[in-house]
């Protein structure tokens, strides 16, 4: 069975940082993309950032581009997100979102940040 855990969230004061982890399991092979979204209260799920493997590409939205980092980690089946310079708009339970061949996407359950002094 696929899995996948995000931890890391939690309060940060505005201008402060957070790494958030995505860990895989049941799946053995290359992830094809994963990425991760998020969802304020009262606003739709977004997109946030997405790395695919090949050919190998990022993407941020651009509400966050400049101050998260994407990564991942093969060996580990692991992505994280680096987010410096929080603000209290970055307020909001972040998802990871995994796709692997022939286009199965799989969601973890999400982990809460909140930016608040």
């Known amino acids: 069975q696929v899995r996948l855990v995000e931890s890391g969230g939690g309060l940060v004061h505005p201008g402060g940082s957070l790494r958030l982890s995505c860990a895989t399991s049941?799946?053995?092979?290359?992830?094809?993309?994963m990425r991760w979204y998020r969802q304020a209260p009262g606003k739709e799920r977004e997109l946030v950032a997405r790395t695919i493997s090949t050919p190998s590409t990022t993407f941020y939205s651009d509400s966050v581009k400049g101050r998260f980092t994407i990564s991942r980690d093969l060996r580990r089946n692991t992505v994280y997100l680096q987010m410096n310079d929080l603000k209290p708009e970055d307020t909001a339970v972040y998802y990871c979102n995994a796709v692997r061949p022939p286009g199965i996407d799989y969601w973890g359950n999400g982990t809460q940040v909140t930016v608040s002094s």
């Open positions: 049941g799946f053995t092979g290359s992830w094809y993309a």
